[in-house]
């Protein structure tokens, strides 16, 4: 990386003659980049995509479908460094605020991971996403602005330490979070100091990890604290012991340990997984390379921060993968980290409407101390023979170590930072001893007792919620939606739940709040009332005063949604009088105060609010401006001061000083970083309820100054001002989503702008409204190929009429030719629908010269293996370099696996059984430029088996054994089923052919009643979930007919019932006839 000389900004700050300066410095720094694709224009509705096992559904989002190897620049970058003595950090506001680097000066160790290139790749979110340093992740992981600027600012402390701040208003659900990276004189340990405010007016769930990339190899260890007896992995859906891992609780992951195995050792986890620590009293974890004898160990209070987790792609096929998609030359990485208000992916914790959380975690470096017993703030512990201490900060102290009840050691000593003190060799712990490192005035700085841990608590894992319709009670169906609601389900909704709850009990007051709310959040605001007013009727029935407050807000919300301004505010001070809403709910009491211009009223329920909560960033800010417009400019003064001196970059605060003359137009839209169109909307939903429309044009007015508004932003300035929108004008990053923007739009659709219609439309289909949105679309589908294409969408997910979409994607190629994503939706939907390979080959070869993207060239090889043609699936496989998806690593295998297999079976059947036998061993290789690897080692096995068959028939009968040995060794659990859902059937197969039939035979049995039930089960929403931004989303009914036809269908295969085997197949393939396997299956 080159250093500009151009240099913005240097601060030094000196607190004594003893400790250096803190430096802080942003300068322009170039790093070789591969720079990022521009982002798709079509609206993705994925309503079924998964991304950490959570909702990835991007909408409102514009996304990155692809990335760029073909060019490599040295980009400019805005760099803050801060640095004392001991640590060094890098931190880049431009991409998603990460921490890019951190060292430890006294070594010269990188103790996070430093990428010396930008090279994206499709892991985020949104798509586009980088490795190394320390990624800030919320509300979900993998956040969707991890590659997108942040906004920051530069603060001094008092004792001469210095923040940089990071803040975003988040692109999902438009909460803001901040954190501010803190670092003192004198301490080689750094803060990460956290604030997150919901700025909207509903609850949303959210989650916080910090994500820190460290430099991995086969010397590097793990550790969790000495009461981790167990890990479990994503929805704690595996578990194993800890630190010796091995398959007595059931096999991790689909990982088959050879015994007892060390997995705090890195080196011995082969297959990419993760490691969730359990519960622990604890507030340390962290890495260590015992051949650099350098570390880190991270801080957090486990009563708010008890996630501790470590994520490595290990070393197998798929990590050599990844680090070619992710680094030149740097190598690999594994990833420790640490949770707030969250112990698991997903494990999600509710952030309320006006609520602001705060919290802090820590980071500091160790060296020759080695793998800690004990870490705190203060520093680190080490009792495993010797004893060592380590402190972050020079001090003088004692040292005192007990056992048998008398005073073993007991010494005084400075302590240097950064150093490691070292105990008298014959001074040793052992259990029930203990070390208290305490300060001259007496204060414990660290103590630690060597305990002896329950290793006999390991815990179930979490299994699928049940059949909806075979949950006992209302009550349970309510916990059950709020589950799914909460931890962000990408298959289905709370409202299916909460519906079936009513089913059973109409007055069952939890599940008619929980759908009010729902309703409320989708626009649905008649049947939300309708739903909220059943539930205070039931509730009110003998008190009058209900014992929570939420029911009385949400129809404060519902009413001012309807514009029943009267009713609204009668329902927030309702609200108010209960201590849990009093906050929010007096934040739109006054916004309703200002709209009536009654001031006085403001000022004394904003007074309210933020004394029930004095972190409510909204309420502080409006009350800048509500002390103003009552003519008490002082009060505005301090208010804003106030504000300013917790949270420099509270842009609603900030907007009201300039408009009350304390902060330039130009300071106020330069310090926005973020997108400003985006941001600018956030703040007009606030300025509207209160009726602040001089103040709305005058920040768009400011706005316009500084960048082009987005068509919404010019309906809503047209609403206000006069004349019409901006016709020319695009949708900006994202597309409309807030009730003032799809107000606007709505007047605009009325009034004949095809815009307005366009985009109405999309907002409206991503709430659930399919067929308005379809009725907006259909007047322009003749002449505009996103309207055309959504309409193809609807048809397809939601309106059953899957006959009228190709024409449809069709048309949309024709307004707009060689288009990419409508290559890739046609080529995709001719699939699913069935279109003959051939046709789809032919399609795809008149737009040859357009297609560059990876996902386009699967369904070509797709297209050539169903049409038997599996060479030149082959050979466009190998003639390509793929960076696959995480999560879609699969799909390249697969294609490429399943040309081995197809031209494997069709040699079987033409009794070539060594040729046969030489494909199905060459689709268990895979190329390194397919970029790809396996998540699970089950996807072999149906190369596996019938490359054991072909041996058998060729007479290496050992060779054959050992394949069918593999394959009846694999335990069917939940990932195998994920994986392979057939195992089963090739575990019967296996046992036939090795003498035990009677085995297979009882599986089997077990099996059919297993997978019959799974046919007659009925979905709360999706069947299954997708990685990829699929906006064309296949009913429920219809992929669990295929997928349990196909099971059923190789069931009757093994009994020998040919004519209920074709059956079962035959409907397999009408449900679904893209699937690969099933088409194999009807094949041979």
């Not at 921490?99 to 991971?113: E, H, L, M, R, V």
């Not at 992995?233 to 630190?243: A, C, E, G, L, Q």
């Not at 594994?334 to 409407?353: I, R, V």
Request: net charge neutral; proline share 4%; charged share 25%.
């Amino acid at each position: 990386m080159k250093y500009f000389n151009i240099l913005f900004l240097i601060l030094f700050l000196t607190t004594s003659a003893k400790a250096q300066s803190v430096k802080v410095s942003v300068s322009k720094v170039s790093i070789p980049t591969y720079t990022e694709p521009e982002r798709e224009e079509l609206p993705m509705f994925a309503e079924n995509r998964v991304h950490q096992r959570s909702s990835g559904n991007p909408y409102p989002n514009k996304i990155v479908l692809k990335v760029n190897r073909e060019q490599k620049v040295d980009k400019e970058y805005t760099l803050i460094k801060l640095e004392n003595e001991y640590l060094e950090l890098q931190i880049l506001p431009e991409i998603g605020g990460k921490i890019y680097a951190a060292k430890d000066k006294t070594n010269g160790y990188d103790f996070f991971y430093k990428n010396h290139v930008i090279k994206p790749a499709l892991i985020g979110a949104l798509g586009s996403w980088i490795s190394g340093g320390l990624e800030f992740n919320w509300p979900f992981h993998h956040r969707a602005s991890s590659f997108m600027p942040t906004d920051y600012e530069i603060e001094k402390l008092p004792g001469g330490g210095v923040i940089v701040w990071v803040s975003e208003h988040d692109p999902t659900d438009r909460m803001k979070g901040m954190v501010g990276i803190v670092l003192n004189p004198g301490e080689s340990i750094f803060e990460t100091r956290v604030k997150l405010s919901n700025i909207t007016p509903l609850r949303h769930s959210f989650l916080w990890w910090e994500n820190v990339a460290v430099p991995s190899n086969k010397n590097y260890e793990i550790f969790f604290p000495h009461d981790v007896s167990h890990v479990f992995f994503h929805y704690k859906r595996s578990v194993t012991t800890y630190p010796v891992a091995t398959n007595a609780a059931g096999i991790f992951n689909g990982i088959r340990y050879d015994g007892a195995v060390d997995i705090s050792k890195h080196r011995n986890t082969i297959q990419p997984t993760s490691y969730f620590s359990a519960a622990s009293q604890y507030d340390f974890f962290g890495g260590y390379d015992t051949g650099r004898k350098c570390g880190v160990v991270h801080i957090g209070d486990h009563h708010v921060s008890p996630g501790k987790k470590m994520f490595t792609w290990a070393y197998n096929q798929l990590s050599q993968s990844w680090e070619n998609a992710l680094t030149d030359t740097d190598g690999a990485y594994c990833e420790l980290m640490a949770g707030s208000y969250s112990d698991n992916q997903p494990d999600f914790t509710w952030l309320e409407p006006m609520e602001t959380k705060t919290f802090s975690q820590y980071w500091f470096p160790i060296g020759e101390i080695g793998v800690p017993d004990f870490a705190n703030t203060t520093g680190a512990i080490y009792v495993k023979d010797t004893i060592k201490v380590q402190l972050n900060k020079t001090r003088n102290v004692k040292i005192t170590v007990k056992g048998d009840n008398q005073i073993l050691y007991s010494g005084k000593a400075t302590v240097k930072a950064r150093e490691e003190y070292m105990l008298p060799a014959d001074v040793r712990m052992k259990l029930g001893y203990s070390i208290d490192v305490t300060a001259n005035d007496g204060t414990v700085l660290m103590s630690y007792t060597v305990k002896k841990h329950d290793t006999f608590n390991i815990p179930h894992t979490t299994q699928d919620m049940p059949n909806i319709k075979k949950v006992e009670s209302p009550h349970l169906l309510y916990l059950e939606g709020l589950h799914v609601d909460q931890y962000r389900d990408p298959a289905t909704k709370g409202e299916s739940y909460y519906k079936e709850a009513l089913e059973r009990d109409p007055n069952f007051a939890p599940a008619l709040i929980a759908l009010g709310e729902a309703k409320l959040r989708n626009a649905f605001y008649s049947e939300a009332l309708e739903y909220l007013l059943r539930a205070e009727k039931v509730l009110t029935r003998f008190n009058t005063r209900l014992e929570n407050g939420k029911l009385y807000y949400l129809l404060g919300h519902v009413y001012l949604a309807l514009d029943e301004q009267e009713k609204s505010y009668d329902y927030f001070r309702k609200a108010a009088w209960s201590s849990a809403y009093v906050s929010s709910a007096m934040t739109y009491a006054a916004m309703l105060d200002i709209r009536k211009l009654e001031y006085d009223k403001a000022v004394q329920h904003l007074t309210t609010a933020i004394t029930y909560h004095k972190d409510n960033a909204v309420a502080n800010a409006l009350m800048i401006y509500a002390s103003y417009l009552q003519g008490d400019k002082k009060a505005s003064e301090r208010q804003y001061l106030s504000v300013e001196a917790n949270d420099k970059l509270n842009h609603l605060a900030r907007y009201f000083g300039v408009l009350t003359g304390k902060v330039s137009a130009r300071d106020f839209m330069e310090k926005i970083r973020t997108d400003k169109n985006q941001v600018c909307l956030d703040l007009i939903e606030t300025l509207l309820v209160a009726n602040l429309q001089k103040e709305t044009v005058s920040l768009i007015e400011m706005l316009q100054t500084h960048e082009p508004l987005i068509f919404s932003l010019s309906a809503i300035y047209a609403d206000i001002k006069g004349g019409s929108p901006n016709d020319s004008a695009t949708e900006g990053i994202a597309f409309p989503s807030r009730r003032i923007e799809m107000n606007s739009l709505s007047h605009w659709a009325k009034q004949g702008s095809r815009k307005a219609q366009l985009l109405l439309g999309c907002a409206l289909y991503a709430k659930g409204h399919y067929e308005k949105a379809v009725a907006l679309w259909e007047g322009l589908s003749g002449t505009d190929y996103r309207a055309a294409r959504n309409l193809a969408v609807a048809y397809y997910s939601h309106m059953d009429r899957k006959n009228e979409v190709l024409p449809l994607l069709k048309q949309a190629l024709s307004l707009k030719p060689n288009d990419e994503q409508l290559i890739f939706e046609t080529v995709y939907v001719m699939g699913k629908l069935g279109v003959a390979p051939i046709e789809r080959i032919s399609f795809l070869n008149n737009h040859k010269s357009a297609i560059s993207r990876d996902d386009i060239m699967l369904e070509w090889a797709r297209a050539y293996n169903m049409a038997g043609q599996e060479d030149k699936a082959i050979e466009l496989l190998r003639g390509r370099n793929f960076v696959p998806a995480e999560g879609g690593e699969h799909a390249v295998a697969e294609q490429y696996m399943f040309a081995y297999f197809l031209k494997g079976r069709r040699l079987m059947k033409e009794n070539k059984m060594q040729e046969a036998a030489d494909c199905f061993k060459a689709a268990q290789t895979l190329p390194q430029n397919l970029g790809a690897g396996l998540w699970n080692i089950v996807r072999l096995v149906p190369f596996k088996y019938y490359e054991a068959i072909c041996l058998k028939s060729l007479g290496q009968e050992d060779k054959a054994n050992e394949n069918f040995d593999f394959i009846t060794g694999i335990e069917v659990d939940y990932f195998s089923n994920m994986n392979l859902p057939e195992l089963p059937f090739y575990q019967a197969l296996c046992y036939r052919e090795t003498g035990m039939p009677f085995k297979g035979d009882m599986l089997i049995n077990y099996k059919l009643q297993d997978w019959k039930e799974g046919m007659k089960t009925v979905d709360a929403g999706y069947f299954a979930t997708t990685p990829f931004f699929i906006s064309f989303c296949d009913r429920a009914v219809q992929q669990r007919s295929a997928y349990y036809s196909y099971l059923l269908a190789l069931a009757y295969r093994y009994t020998g019932d040919t004519k209920l085997a074709q059956k079962y197949i035959e409907q397999a393939a009408v449900s679904d006839p893209y699937a690969l396997n099933i088409f194999a299956e009807r094949q041979f």
